[in-house]
């Protein structure tokens, strides 16, 4: 499971339209859980990939820096997340081909219509992305 204060998901979803029609990335940042992580902060990143309306890729030195930051904070990395401006409300052959952290959540806000937030667990293994309740707090 996933839970997201109410700040969080307001963030991520207004994120999003600000950023369309490319997609937008970034941190979550919380307390970290292989069962049920809990988000109380986002750390937007730029979106670095070489078409960012239909992929996102986070740098890696600014995703060193944005996780020495979470860190600082006392928080715990919980996962990523980024936007579908007017994709599916589900991970992408690009993002499964592209998970690289087991264990943790992959947030993706679905823009096309009414703002839907998923999340997917991804596995490393044969098992892949798993999906995973999304709960958001007041």
Do not use: K
């Not at 999003?16 to 986002?42: F, N, Q």
Request: with cysteine.
């Amino acid at each position: 499971m996933l839970e997201l204060t109410r700040e969080v998901y307001d963030d991520v979803v207004a994120a999003g339209r600000d950023g369309a029609p490319e997609e937008v990335c970034g941190v979550l940042a919380g307390e970290y859980d292989e069962e049920h992580s809990v988000a109380v902060a986002v750390h937007h990143t730029a979106n670095a990939a070489d078409d960012p309306e239909t992929r996102y890729r986070i740098d890696p030195e600014e995703q060193l820096a944005t996780f020495e930051a979470v860190e600082d904070a006392g928080l715990d990395v919980v996962g990523f997340y980024h936007t579908h401006p007017a994709g599916p409300p589900e991970p992408s052959g690009t993002d499964v081909a592209s998970a690289a952290w087991p264990g943790y959540s992959y947030a993706i806000c679905a823009l096309d219509g009414h703002p839907y937030l998923g999340s997917w667990r991804w596995h490393g293994d044969e098992r892949g992305f798993e999906q995973e309740v999304v709960r958001v707090t007041a």
